[in-house]
């Protein structure tokens, strides 16, 4: 069905009514500046061939090629392994929007509660939600819920969380008069979270761990601190491979848990999609935003999954709801929970050990070509660099040639300029990263 | 569903047209949802209580009742402190259900102003509105 609700007619009517002749005289608000008013030049039709070319073309001009690309910063390249595509081409969770009907959405209502169980065991929480849209989102609903749970209005957020995510959460925040606290990063490269005074009107703190500078938080002295401050501990994250390896967030007593779910079987489609992943403890579970699916039994004490709880939700409870997005990000979750059920709870380990040790080696190296090591907190698969003099120009020289060098700092953190921020996963090859030091040192 | 005739509203109650109940208990005022709203509720699983301490004025919301079909805010039949609430409602939800005027009490206050009690309306002015009269 198309969906074109307004004819000619209607357009026509309803102008007559706000007392205007056109479409465009509703935006005359708009600066001439910022209006496009050329033709749009679009080429005349293309066969499909041709169209194939073409974007083969355009695909060239933005990609760097091979395979040396020594950037996350939030992005991760992981190997996606052909069951997690093979699973997601099924029809039957090929379906649009929510399994409101549990008569007929068993299947996807079952994956969902899967991809939360998963993801409540990775991370070591109680509740977790059906997913939200992306690490950023969730770290903007986490600061929101803590403001709900506690009634207070302000939040302290470190400085070393993902630029992009403290600037949607920025967006989120302020128009909610909520005030954000930026806390210091240390010189190890922690966070330095003691510096959040004063603590009485404080909601909550906010930790990305490992955090942007790949350092890896002390989540349990930030947990007790919150808990004896009576403040709430907010654990975001970019990197959810970590926690086959370090001690997940619940376990050192983290309130919420956000973050970004992108790492487990999503491709780095130019920046997309993206999986908010979002857990909790039980006891805050009526202030969560998002989907949950909960099981539960039939008539006959078969088990059954249903939507629980969504009396939380904006269907059901319209401005009061704990969230204004209950459109959660199924068909992503859906690939991570294929995901980890595919690498399993000791590949899982496997994999994160395999990261963090290439990461260590190519750091160790970089420390031999006369790089220093800033920052002496532990690290998993990335980690920040303090370039010798003159870099810059091999940095650019390397994009040059297809090689990515990590990424500068100073555009996010102008007092960090010369910093490279470097990141391995197991898709780098030994010889990339010995490729990589040579050409440094040429 | 219970006929109106059936409902056990206590005579010493206040009534309001949101269907909480107020009943004086000295210098303090006792509420919860009466009988007839606790029926049209269903099942309750969860209640949402203020904090101790909280003020409020008279019809602001100061907490929600959620049951397995919908969730109702409830609002203060006077205006006033919170001076406590009832707390086996945690664990329990359902005394709302099984004794909305007694043991399913949610909040007690200390009034700002005792006179507001007497514009609530007694038990048969709400029996008559429930009625339509």
């Known amino acids: ?442 | 569903m219970k006929e109106i005739d059936e409902l056990n509203l206590p005579e010493e109650a206040y009534y309001t047209q949101n269907h909480e109940w107020a009943r004086l208990d000295g210098e303090e005022i006792t509420i919860g949802i009466t009988d007839y709203a606790q029926d049209q509720l269903g099942d309750i699983v969860f209640v949402e209580m203020p904090q101790i301490g909280d003020s409020f004025s008279k019809g602001d919301e100061f907490g929600t009742v959620e049951s397995v079909k919908a969730v109702a805010e409830l609002y203060l039949p006077v205006g006033g402190e919170i001076v406590s609430v009832n707390n086996s409602l945690e664990e329990s939800p359902e005394l709302v259900n099984t004794s909305p005027h007694e043991d399913g009490w949610i909040a007690r206050m200390k009034p700002a102003d005792p006179g507001e009690v007497d514009a609530l309306m007694a038990k048969n002015a709400y029996m008559d509105m429930l009625k339509g009269v």
Request: with cysteine.
């Open chain 1, 1 to 442: 069905m198309r969906y074109l609700p307004h004819t000619d007619e209607d357009i026509r009517s309803m102008l007559e009514v706000v007392g205007v002749k056109c479409l465009d005289d509703l935006f005359p608000t708009v600066p001439e500046s910022c209006q496009f008013i050329r033709e749009n030049h679009i080429p005349g039709p293309f066969s499909e061939w041709e169209l194939n070319d073409h974007m083969e073309v355009l695909a060239k001009k933005q990609s760097r090629s091979g395979n040396s690309r020594f950037i996350g910063a939030g992005s991760y390249e992981h190997y996606v392994p052909a069951s997690v595509s093979s699973l997601l081409g099924r029809s039957e969770f090929v379906t649009p929007y929510t399994p409101y009907q549990p008569e007929i959405s068993q299947g996807t209502l079952q994956a969902i509660y899967e991809y939360q169980t998963l993801v409540g065991r990775l991370l070591g929480m109680e509740v977790v939600n059906a997913s939200l849209y992306d690490g950023a989102s969730a770290l903007a609903e986490a600061l929101l819920m803590a403001v709900r749970i506690t009634r207070k209005k302000r939040v302290a957020v470190s400085s070393a969380i993902h630029p992009h995510y403290r600037r949607v959460a920025e967006t989120y925040l302020r128009p909610s008069g909520i005030e954000m606290v930026d806390l210091p990063y240390l010189e190890n490269g922690r966070t330095d979270f003691t510096r959040c005074d004063p603590v009485e009107d404080l909601a909550a703190v906010a930790v990305q761990s490992p955090n942007f500078f790949g350092c890896i938080e002390d989540l349990k002295m930030i947990c007790e601190y919150c808990d004896s401050n009576d403040l709430l501990s907010i654990v975001s994250f970019a990197e959810p491979l970590a926690y086959g390896l370090l001690k997940n967030p619940g376990s050192q007593g983290a309130h919420i848990v956000c973050g970004e779910g992108r790492s487990f079987g999503l491709p780095l489609w130019f920046g997309g999609p993206g999986l908010g992943m979002f857990a909790c403890r039980k006891k805050y579970m009526r202030s969560m935003p998002g989907r949950l699916v909960g099981k539960a039994v039939d008539k006959d004490c078969k088990d059954g999954f249903v939507l629980t709880l969504a009396t939380r939700e904006q269907h059901i409870r319209r401005e009061k709801a704990t969230s204004n997005i209950c459109t959660n990000s199924s068909h992503c979750a859906l690939a991570a929970a294929v995901y980890m059920a595919t690498v399993g709870g000791t590949g899982m380990r496997e994999l994160a050990t395999l990261n963090r040790d290439k990461s260590e080696y190519l750091k160790k190296e970089l420390t031999k070509a006369g790089f220093k090591i800033p920052f002496d907190a532990p690290t998993f698969n990335e980690f920040v660099v303090k370039s010798p003099p003159g870099f810059e120009q091999t940095h650019r020289r390397l994009m040059e040639k297809g090689i990515v060098a990590g990424l500068p700092l100073a555009s996010y953190y102008p007092e960090l300029a010369g910093y490279y921020l470097l990141c391995v996963t197991e898709t780098a090859g030994r010889n990339e990263m010995d490729e990589l030091i040579r050409e440094i040192r040429s």
